[in-house]
C-alpha cells in the first residue's frame, strides 16, 4: 500500500516570499492533517480536513497560512509571506475516518517537508 | 497547562536495559491513546495503540491509568535500533485535536 506522498522534500527561502506543499494521502483516507514541527517539539496541528472540509483550522496562523482540499484528496498548504519562525518540517497525515463509535484510527505521516527560511 | 507532558530526557541506556517512560494528560475526557517512535530526522510511526487493559507488542508494553491520567511505555531487552524519539499522542472524545507530547529520547548505547 503506498504511503502518505509529499513534495517538496526540502526548500529554503527568504523571508517575506511564498511557498507551497503539496500532500497525497492514503487512498481512501477521508481525514487528512497539516502539521507543523519545530526542532525539539512534538508536531502542532494546523488545520484537519475531512473529505474537502475543514474539522479544525483553530491554529492555523490565517493571515499567512492558507490550505485547501478540493477533491477531497490531495491538499496544498501555503504560506505567505514567510517568517524566520516558520522554518520548521511539514508533516502531512492522513487516517481512515473515526469509527460510528467514536474510535478514532492512528495517523500514518508521508516524509514531511522541511522548510528554512532565511 | 499542556494537553500531553512528557519527560524529554534524554534517556542513555545500556544495550539489554529495560526503560519505562511516562506521560500525562489534563483532559479527563481523553479517550484514545497512542505511541509513536519518530527517528532523527524522518516522520513519526505508529509504534502501538494503547487500550485500557494494557497491552504487549513483544518488548513492548503500554499501560493506560485513568485515574491518574498517565499512560506508559516500557521497553524490555533494549536493542540498539530503538534510539529514536517516542511520543505520546492523546486524542479527547470531543473536538478533533491529536495532541502530542514534546517527545522523550532514548539512545540505547553499546
Known amino acids: 500500500e503506498a504511503g502518505v506522498a509529499q513534495s517538496p522534500r526540502y526548500k529554503i527561502i527568504e523571508k517575506r516570499q511564498s511557498v507551497a506543499f503539496w500532500c497525497n494521502p492514503i487512498?481512501?483516507?477521508?481525514?487528512l492533517y497539516w502539521y507543523q514541527q519545530i526542532l525539539g517539539q512534538g508536531p502542532k496541528l494546523l488545520i484537519q480536513?475531512?473529505?474537502?472540509?475543514?474539522?479544525?483550522d483553530s491554529q492555523l496562523p490565517k493571515d499567512r497560512f492558507s490550505a485547501e482540499r478540493l477533491k477531497g484528496v490531495d491538499s496544498t498548504l501555503k504560506i505567505q509571506p514567510a517568517k524566520l519562525e516558520d522554518s520548521a518540517v511539514y508533516l502531512c497525515?492522513?487516517?481512515?475516518?473515526?469509527?460510528?463509535?467514536?474510535?478514532?484510527?492512528?495517523?500514518?505521516f508521508g516524509p514531511g517537508t522541511r522548510l528554512t527560511v532565511t | 497547562r499542556k494537553e500531553v507532558e512528557q519527560d524529554p530526557g534524554p534517556f542513555n541506556v545500556p544495550e539489554g536495559a529495560t526503560v519505562a517512560f511516562n506521560c500525562t494528560y489534563s483532559?479527563?475526557?481523553?479517550?484514545?491513546f497512542f505511541w509513536y517512535r519518530q527517528d532523527c530526522r524522518k516522520e513519526p510511526k505508529l509504534l502501538m495503540s494503547?487500550?485500557?487493559s494494557g497491552n504487549e507488542d513483544g518488548r513492548f508494553t503500554a499501560q493506560l491509568n485513568r485515574a491518574s491520567q498517565y499512560i506508559s511505555l516500557l521497553i524490555r531487552d533494549s536493542k540498539l535500533s530503538d534510539s529514536a524519539t517516542y511520543l505520546c499522542?492523546?486524542?479527547?472524545?470531543?473536538?478533533?485535536?491529536?495532541?502530542f507530547g514534546t517527545g522523550t529520547s532514548l539512545t540505547v548505547i553499546p
Open positions: 487512498s481512501g483516507h477521508a481525514t
Open positions: 499522542v492523546v486524542k479527547r472524545n470531543t473536538g478533533n485535536q491529536f495532541y
Open positions: 480536513f475531512q473529505n474537502n472540509g475543514v474539522v479544525d
Open positions: 494503547v487500550y485500557s
Open positions: 497525515a492522513s487516517s481512515p475516518p473515526p469509527t460510528t463509535s467514536g474510535r478514532w484510527y492512528e495517523q500514518y
Open positions: 483532559n479527563s475526557a481523553s479517550q484514545s
